[in-house]
Nanobody
Framework: VQLQASGGGLVQPGGSLRLSCAAA????????MGWYRQTPGEQRELVASIVIGGSTGRPDKAQYVDSVKGRFTMSRNSAWNTVYLQMDNLRPEDTAIYYC??????????WGQGTEVTVSS
């Protein structure tokens, strides 16, 4: 299973980054994806998720943890094989390795390398 996250880097507090994650194989079998982050010694945390409206005609629904609400925006491409995370007004506490995966993924699933985000002056 290929999960290829990219777009991380070093940014100053208040800056922005846009993460991308190519996940065609995973996304082919789910209607909901998430962006997760993990810091050393901590459990992986789901910070954003998106459920596609699909054939129902309803719009996609994105949700966020409180700590990133109003600063992060999750989206996806029309082919439903790539998800994005626009991160604005970044804070030092956003420093982590970011991963994308099915919202039902657990530690036994493949997670890929993730992409490292460092927020520091």
């Amino acid at each position: 299973v290929q999960l290829q996250a990219s777009g991380g880097g070093l940014v100053q507090p208040g800056g922005s980054l846009r993460l991308s994650c190519a996940a065609a194989e995973v996304m082919a079998s789910t209607n909901a994806m998430g962006w997760y982050r993990q810091t050393p010694g901590e459990q992986r945390e789901l910070v954003a998720s998106i459920v596609i409206g699909g054939s129902t005609g309803r719009p996609d629904k994105a949700q966020y943890v409180d700590s990133v609400k109003g600063r992060f925006t999750m989206s996806r491409n029309s082919a439903w094989n790539t998800v994005y995370l626009q991160m604005d007004n970044l804070r030092p506490e956003d420093t982590a390795i970011y991963y994308c995966n099915d919202i039902w993924a657990d530690s036994d699933d493949s997670w890929g390398q993730g992409t490292e985000v460092t927020v520091s002056s």
